[in-house]
Structure formats: C-alpha cells, structure tokens
C-alpha cells in the first residue's frame, strides 16, 4: 500500500513531470477491480477531464492530489499499486486499471493492488481546502506531542484496541499503514496490542519521536523498498521489522523475531523488546 513516504515521492515526481500537460484522454483499463472505487462513470470522466492542464500535484497523508484546470481537483487516496509515467513514444504496459493519455504523447497508467480510490471533485465539492480529509500527517507543524496525546485520549476505541488500531486508521494520524507501522513500534519498544490507558508517558513521547523518525528516514529515501516510484524505480527504505525478519535475531538484544497476526493484519515483534 501506498503510505505517506510513497504518496509524498510520486506527488512530488507528478508536480515536476505532468504539471503544464493537457490531459487527451482518460479511460478504464482491461483490467477490473471490485475494490477500486471511481466516483464517477468512464464517460463522465472523459468528458470532465479531456482537454484540461494538470496544474499541479500534492499529498497528504496517504493522499495523492492532481489539479486539473481550474477547477477541478483529483484525489487519489488509500491506494495499493503502481502509478508509472510513460514518455512519449514508450509503450505502456498492455494491463492496467486505469489510464491517462496526455497531448504530448506521453501517459500515465495505474495498476492496482489490493484497494483504493480515485475521485474527480469539482471546486463546489473541495471548496478551498485542498482536500476533505481528517487525521494530521506526522510531520506536518500540528503534529506536536501534545496533540497526539490528546487524539490517544480521546480515541473511542482504546481499551478495546492495541496502538496499531489508532496509528493505522486515517482518522487520528493519517500516513501510516501497516507496513511503516512496524518500525515504528519496534522503535519505540511498544507492542501492537498494547492498550492505549497502559502507555505511560515516556512510552507516549518515544512513539511520538519514532513516527516523525521512520517517516522522515523513508522520505530521504523515497519510500520503502518493496514499492515503486512514477518512474519504476523502488525506494530505498529497507524496512527491520517485516517478513524476512522472521527467526532471525532482533538488532538489539539478539532474540528471534515473531510474527502474529492483530487486526487483520500481518505484525512482526521482537517478544523481548516489545513486550505485550
């Protein structure tokens, strides 16, 4: 899936690469996903789109924004897969989800993995915000520590749920998924089913420092090594904690490393750093 280091790369790519193009043509691929989620039909799309200039590109989040014309914004969000650039006179790949054909000749294609969505928002839609969602990205000026200890008191669910259910729903800390999610546990020495009351307050502030600390070492580099950038190059992020970890000796204190699975999801732990 595509996590904020991901979504904050290909933004910045899309922003230098598609700004100032005239999209030609939007259309649907050969392929069909149930769980890719388009607001609206591929002839609407057309008709919306063809014959409008990118103005430019951004992120937030795990977002990805397209500024087409004046007066349209497309939110692409919560997605897992490939967005490529195609420049002119290079061939595209012959499957994918979606499509976009600039005047140039040049192209842009999306090949799904898993879910997500993609919205075209008129002005009257998105109003003057850049985007209609909730959370707060972890390295934006508002995510100080005393903001994310008042999301984790506040939080509905925290004595039902672990700490993965907040820091992975984009509602209260938006940017994170569960890939990201397990350095960053690693790195604070907090288990993924801890419960929000029995965090003290150091425990509190070393998760604080280890979001803004991941985040900002995958974008240096980025993103993480499994996903590709616009360009199909992958990124540099080599995560500690993930599936190749598994039986071998935590960086630390030397004990094997543990999968189990929480919240509909794969976690990787080391049972002695991360005590449960």
């Not at 897969?81 to 420049?87: E, T």
Request: net charge negative; with cysteine.
């Amino acid at each position: 899936m595509i996590e904020m280091p991901e979504a904050y790369t290909i933004s910045h790519q899309m922003q230098d690469t598609l700004s100032g193009k005239t999209i030609r043509r939007f259309e649907r691929g050969p392929l069909v996903h149930k769980f890719l989620w388009i607001n609206r039909p591929e002839d609407e799309m057309q008709r919306m789109l063809a014959g409008q200039t990118v103005q430019g590109a951004s992120s937030y989040g795990r977002s990805m924004y397209l500024r087409i014309g004046e007066a349209n914004l497309l939110w692409m969000g919560e997605m897992g897969g490939r967005w490529l650039y195609h420049p002119a006179g290079q061939a595209g790949p012959e499957k994918y989800h979606v499509r976009f054909e600039f005047a140039d000749g040049s192209a842009m294609t999306y090949l799904m993995q898993m879910w997500g969505f993609i919205n075209l928002l008129e002005q009257a839609d998105f109003g003057e915000r850049p985007h209609k969602e909730v959370g707060i990205p972890p390295l934006s000026e508002a995510f100080t520590f005393e903001r994310f200890d008042e999301m984790l008191e506040a939080y509905p669910d925290k004595t039902k749920k672990g700490i993965k259910g907040f820091l992975v729903t984009s509602q209260h800390v938006n940017g994170i998924g569960n890939s990201y999610l397990q350095d960053i546990l690693f790195q604070a020495r907090i288990h993924p089913a801890r419960k929000i009351p029995n965090l003290a307050p150091e425990e509190r502030a070393r998760l604080h420092n280890a979001i803004q600390s991941v985040m900002l070492a995958a974008i240096a580099l980025h993103g993480r090594e499994e996903e590709r950038d616009l360009f199909n190059q992958p990124g540099g992020y080599e995560r500690i904690m993930d599936s190749k970890a598994v039986g071998h000796h935590c960086p630390v204190c030397h004990t094997d490393i543990e999968k189990l699975s929480y919240l509909g999801g794969a976690c990787y732990v080391c049972p002695q750093c991360q005590p449960r």
